[in-house]
């Protein structure tokens, strides 16, 4: 015997459209994981990917660009040293400009040796050489060619006590000096010698011994005949500058 309920349920129907079964139920998505990084995602383009540089050509970049800033210095301060004249080249360019101002000759002079020498020392321009003790025969101011222009020369002749001659000479510009050492010479680099507080040199001629001293303006010598050597040191002692004094 059906309930009341059980018969109502029998004169129940479904509504139009309503499905018969229930649609299997779908698995629950797993949520992503945290603490992973996920996938670079590439571009959707057609351009090619732009890379960073390797590690190593930037290393390599790196050192030609410091081995080119090095160069570039050493190009500069090569270029600065070759510029920039050093102390050798100034004395050059000194004493060439010093050859350059004696472009007019003087008029050749000579006065005994009793004669006030201070007259020709102002017109040779620059303190001259002069043996004290020794006997003074005579002074001449002359001037001789040399290299485009003129090289100016001031000489005391002085007589020592066995009659010898002995020249004291002064001549300018310092260059000059050559013209004392004619014909065959040789260096004597046994030993150096001084002269009025300058550095000399001894060179031995043919007929003469000459110890050479090279000033800042003016260049000296002391010539003597050969085989008077023995009173070089004595006369080397007596050798000083007079300074000329404008009348």
Same mark, same amino acid.
Do not use: C
């Given at each position: 015997? %059906?309930?009341? =309920? %059980?018969?109502?349920?029998?004169?129940?129907?479904?509504?139009?459209?309503?499905?018969?079964?229930?649609?299997?139920?779908?698995?629950?998505?797993?949520?992503?994981?945290?603490?992973?990084?996920?996938?670079? %995602?590439?571009?959707?383009?057609?351009?090619? !990917? &732009?890379?960073?540089?390797?590690?190593?050509? *930037?290393? #390599?970049?790196? *050192?030609?660009?410091?081995?080119?800033?090095?160069? @570039?210095?050493?190009?500069? $301060?090569?270029?600065?040293?070759?510029?920039?004249? =050093?102390? =050798?080249? %100034?004395?050059?360019?000194?004493?060439?400009?010093? !050859?350059?101002? &004696?472009?007019?000759?003087?008029?050749?002079?000579?006065?005994?040796?009793?004669?006030?020498?201070?007259?020709?020392?102002?017109?040779?321009? *620059?303190? #001259?050489?002069?043996?004290?003790?020794?006997?003074?025969?005579?002074?001449?101011?002359?001037?001789?060619?040399?290299?485009?222009? $003129?090289?100016?020369?001031?000489?005391?002749?002085?007589?020592?006590? @066995?009659?010898?001659?002995?020249?004291?000479?002064?001549?300018?510009?310092?260059?000059? #000096?050559?013209?004392?050492?004619?014909?065959?010479?040789?260096?004597?680099?046994?030993?150096? $010698?001084?002269?009025?507080?300058?550095?000399?040199?001894?060179? !031995?001629?043919? +007929?003469?011994?000459?110890?050479?001293?090279?000033?800042? +303006?003016?260049? $000296?010598? &002391?010539?003597?005949?050969?085989?008077?050597?023995?009173?070089?040191?004595?006369?080397?002692?007596?050798?000083?500058? *007079?300074?000329?004094?404008?009348?």
């Amino acid at each position: 015997m %059906q309930t009341r =309920d %059980q018969a109502a349920q029998a004169q129940r129907k479904p509504p139009e459209g309503m499905p018969t079964r229930v649609p299997p139920r779908r698995p629950p998505r797993a949520a992503p994981r945290t603490g992973e990084p996920l996938p670079a %995602q590439k571009p959707v383009t057609d351009e090619p !990917e &732009i890379r960073p540089p390797a590690q190593w050509k *930037m290393v #390599v970049k790196r *050192m030609f660009a410091i081995l080119g800033l090095v160069i @570039s210095l050493a190009l500069v $301060y090569v270029f600065l040293l070759i510029g920039e004249p =050093d102390e =050798d080249e %100034q004395l050059t360019q000194q004493v060439q400009k010093q !050859e350059e101002t &004696i472009r007019v000759p003087i008029a050749a002079a000579q006065v005994a040796g009793t004669a006030d020498l201070n007259a020709l020392a102002v017109n040779f321009g *620059m303190p #001259v050489l002069t043996l004290q003790g020794e006997t003074l025969q005579k002074a001449t101011l002359f001037d001789t060619a040399f290299r485009g222009g $003129y090289a100016r020369r001031f000489q005391l002749h002085y007589t020592d006590a @066995s009659g010898q001659t002995i020249i004291a000479e002064s001549i300018r510009p310092t260059a000059a #000096v050559s013209l004392l050492a004619k014909g065959s010479v040789t260096l004597a680099v046994d030993q150096l $010698y001084t002269v009025a507080g300058m550095d000399a040199l001894r060179i !031995e001629g043919e +007929d003469t011994t000459m110890v050479l001293a090279r000033g800042t +303006d003016a260049a $000296y010598a &002391i010539i003597l005949p050969k085989g008077q050597e023995a009173m070089l040191t004595a006369l080397l002692k007596q050798g000083m500058l *007079m300074q000329p004094t404008a009348p």
